[in-house]
């Protein structure tokens, strides 16, 4: 237990307890049960992390990212052409490209997941947010690493509440209103600047802008589209391509599932396998968001700054183990959860989820 380093004790003690649980343990020397088997599957987790190759650990991830920044000039010259299919063929790939760049790329950099060095994680997480996501990175990271990591289906802290539009019918919220994330997402950006140093969002609002105007300005020169109509249609269109099964999958793998107190809120261990689930794998989401997004989500969740790779790596190890302790391992399919949405709308939605005691467990 001595040999963990600190960066996994972070991911292995309850946010209000620290690591000094696991140093201070109990009377007989030993951690806490309740912290013992997060240690314990934190230690097979490391072994494994250790024994990798840097291939296995950032490079089949990166190699991705820079495949699909390759296929661009592509997607750019095919979009001149004026047949049908070639032009189709331009924006699928575009499309595709898009999402593993803004999803897949922008995830692995909020949490540090490109690059061993600080200095080159912030340069990934300002460079894939901000000039790829239309995003202010820092509000990004806090968002999503700083509250929906640390408190992961805690009510009114990290619950997904943000993908929540109450007012909308459950077809509209389902099938349509994903398709205006791309125009949403740098008015957010906008309306937070309003909480940044002079800096930051200065240096955010630069950033978003030579991101749309670059693809903006290869479209009207490279790709020789006519009208600014036109072109900032075709942004859309590519933008969009993958936003239904981006805002399905951030709902579909946590609401619905056990949520908690602050107040009362489990240990790590339990909060994660309680309150996260996997989808099963599949070939094109695999690719565009990512195996720590699709068929890893537990895994990520109790060890983020993985990457994908090693995510998938890891998890026959984290299975075998959760399911040896006797702990949930949820997984379900995405038709499954579509239609559990479809039908319980209201419920999972519109009312405020009931909170669950894990009663007896801990």
Known sequence: MQDIPEEWREVCTDSCQGVALFQRGDKAGK????????MELAQLVQK??????????????????????ACLPAAFLLLRSSQVLWFTLGLLLM????????????HLASHGALSESRAW???????????????????????????HHAHTNIIGLGDSSTWRIPFLPRSVYLFLAPLAVPVITP?????????????????TVLMVTVGLYSQYWLLLHVSGFQSVASTLLCMLVCRAMFSLPYIHVNIFQHIGLPMFSPNRRPKRIYQMTHGVLNLPRNPLLD???GHSLISCHVEHHLFPSLSDNMCLKVKPIVSKYLKEKELPYQEDSYLSRLCLFFRKYKELMVFAPPITELVGVQ
């Open 287 to 289: 690719w565009t968001f």
């Open 187 to 203: 008015l957010v950006a906008l309306a937070q600047l309003r909480s940044l140093p002079p800096r930051p969002a200065l240096r």
């Open 121 to 147: 994680g912030d340069f990934w997480a300002i460079f894939f947010i901000e000039v790829c996501g239309s995003f202010t990175a820092r509000v990004g990271v806090h968002a999503h690493v700083k509250m």
């Open 31 to 38: 951690p806490s049960d309740r912290e013992s088997l997060m």
């Open 48 to 69: 494994t992390v250790q024994e990798s190759s840097w291939w296995e650990r950032r490079g089949v991830d990166c190699t991705i990212l820079g495949a699909a920044f």
């Open 95 to 106: 499309g595709t490209a898009h999402a593993i760049i803004t999803i897949k790329g922008t």
